[in-house]
């Protein structure tokens, strides 16, 4: 792992002929910010000295207390491969701080930080490998992104009916360019779907590289003319996007979920892990699934969960545990999709999961079959609840759940609820095309 001094940041822009470097960011609700220096002001950046108005950034601070310090993390130095490569543009990721050296419990990447803190204290390192999927639309004759598409390959398809295989192939070497190690990519369910996977990593490191992933994905589908969308069900009718998330911990560089001696080759710890996650998926919703949009793809039929339930051999539960076993063993959350706030989503994952691990959740039997396939009265004798249908539901269940709020902390907390609460609102007062289609008519 890197462990750049402020030395070697300041010898780099110079070797590099670094002119531009981003100090970048991410609001409440994953969306990445950011602001650029150049080069003559580094040393002031990397003392921690760059200021900016937080009143101006969504789910922030007040006008009255706006006054926002970027402590950049040095190790996140990376150049972007697609500007200029004279006089190149890098970017540091910062932590937010208040003016008296505090650390702002208003920004996520802190959020993460104190979660991760909670694990090392038990002596565990959390490791997260996400599944990013991905559409690939025309923009129109503005540059504006559509749902366009004249695409028709589905999953593994390849050249010529992939027509997204020039923009996969730029995106997968210039993510390699930025030190990811891309494992596989390929051609999604849905047309003009596609999904790249990368190597897992410590949580911090992981979420650091969905927020790059995310931009260089749709820089690239820019530069091919196309806009990239990680938007959770841009259509009705075809699979979404999801962004599964893939967990393990380890302890003194071991791989602690797995154990040759049970049944499913799975740890006591791995066990509870799943426990403490099903036990507050409910109150997680709101953060895994942020948008009002997100549970148009939690719906039956597209691959994606809507029962919490966890299996070991099929892929129609929440949770799934992948065949590999020892390094490789993990625990896959299949409901999360890629509009999430990487940073919360990790955090109320770790945090839930290390819940299971104190308090001993023993998680239900496994389920096997095909929970999709069963009546609605087997599902309740099971007892498989579904994950919340709505955005408002989750709300109210994150609500409900005051161990997720703690781990959000009251600052994020309130201000969340808040703006999804307003969210919902708005949404519920729209009259869609599918009421004029369904009701117009008729009435
Ligand atoms: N021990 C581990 N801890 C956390 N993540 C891991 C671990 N081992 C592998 N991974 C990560 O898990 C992810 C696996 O992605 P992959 O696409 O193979 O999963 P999959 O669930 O089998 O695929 P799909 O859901 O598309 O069928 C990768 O990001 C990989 O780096
Ligand atoms: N697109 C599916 C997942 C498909 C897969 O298993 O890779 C989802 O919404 O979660
Ligand atoms: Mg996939
Ligand atoms: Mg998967």
Same mark, same amino acid.
């Given at each position: 792992?890197?462990?750049y001094?402020k030395?070697d940041i300041i010898?780099l822009v ?28 580094l040393?002031?950046?990397l ?27 040095y190790?996140?130095f ?221 719906? %039956?039929?597209?691959? &994606?969960?809507? /029962?919490? #339930?966890?299996?070991?051999?099929? =892929?129609?539960? @929440?949770?799934? *545990? ?13 409901? %999360?999709?890629?509009? &999430?706030?990487? /940073?919360? #989503?990790?955090?109320?994952?770790? =945090?839930?999961? @290390?819940?299971? *691990? ?86």
């Open positions: 792992m890197k462990n001094t030395e010898k110079e070797d590099e002929d670094v002119e531009f470097i981003r100090l970048q960011f991410t609001d409440m609700f994953g969306n990445m910010k950011n602001v650029a220096i150049t080069a003559s002001q040393e002031k950046a003392d921690n000295k760059c200021m900016f108005d937080g009143s101006s950034i969504e789910g922030f601070v007040r006008i009255e207390e706006s006054d926002m310090y970027l402590y950049p993390d190790n996140t990376q150049i972007f491969p697609w500007r200029p490569q004279q006089g190149k543009v890098a970017r540091l990721i910062c932590d937010v701080y208040r003016p008296n050296g505090e650390p702002f419990e208003g920004d996520p990447r802190y959020i993460l930080k104190r979660a991760v803190k909670e694990a090392e204290k038990l002596g565990y390192r959390f490791e997260v490998g996400p599944e990013c999927e991905f559409f690939l639309f025309h923009t129109d004759e503005n540059g504006l992104p559509t749902t366009l598409t004249h695409e028709q390959a589905g999953y593994f398809d390849l050249g010529p009916v992939d027509f997204g295989e020039n923009a996969r192939r730029d995106m997968v070497l210039t993510l390699e360019e930025m030190n990811f190690v891309i494992e596989a990519s390929h051609h999604e369910v849905a047309p003009a779907q596609h999904e790249i996977d990368f190597k897992y990593d410590e949580a911090m490191k992981t979420a650091d590289n969905i927020m790059t992933f995310k931009l260089a994905v749709k820089t690239i589908a820019k530069r091919h003319g196309l806009h990239a969308t990680f938007m959770p069900k841009p259509k009705h009718g075809i699979n979404g996007s999801g962004m599964h998330i893939n967990m393990s911990l380890s302890k003194n560089g071991k791989n602690i979920f797995a154990d040759a001696s049970d049944d499913f080759g799975l740890s006591k710890e791995a066990y509870y892990f799943i426990g403490g996650i099903m036990k507050h998926m409910k109150g997680m919703a709101a953060i895994t699934n942020p948008l009002i949009n997100s549970y148009k793809r939690l719906v %039956p039929g597209y691959e &994606a969960p809507v /029962y919490i #339930a966890w299996s070991a051999t099929n =892929r129609s539960p @929440l949770i799934r *545990i992948p065949a590999s076993r020892g390094e490789g063993t993990r625990v896959e959350l299949r409901c %999360p999709d890629p509009s &999430a706030n990487p /940073y919360l #989503a990790l955090a109320v994952c770790l =945090r839930a999961g @290390l819940d299971g *691990i104190q308090n001993k959740i023993m998680p239900p039997e496994s389920v096997s079959r095909n929970i999709f396939a069963m009546s609605e009265e087997e599902r309740e004798m099971e007892k498989i609840e579904a994950i919340p249908g709505t955005l408002i539901e989750a709300v109210h269940e994150l609500e409900k759940d005051e161990f997720i709020q703690e781990v959000l902390g009251e600052h994020i907390y309130e201000k969340y609820i808040k703006a999804k609460k307003a969210e919902w609102a708005e949404y519920s007062s729209q009259v869609t095309d599918w009421e004029i289609e369904a009701y117009l008519n008729k009435y």
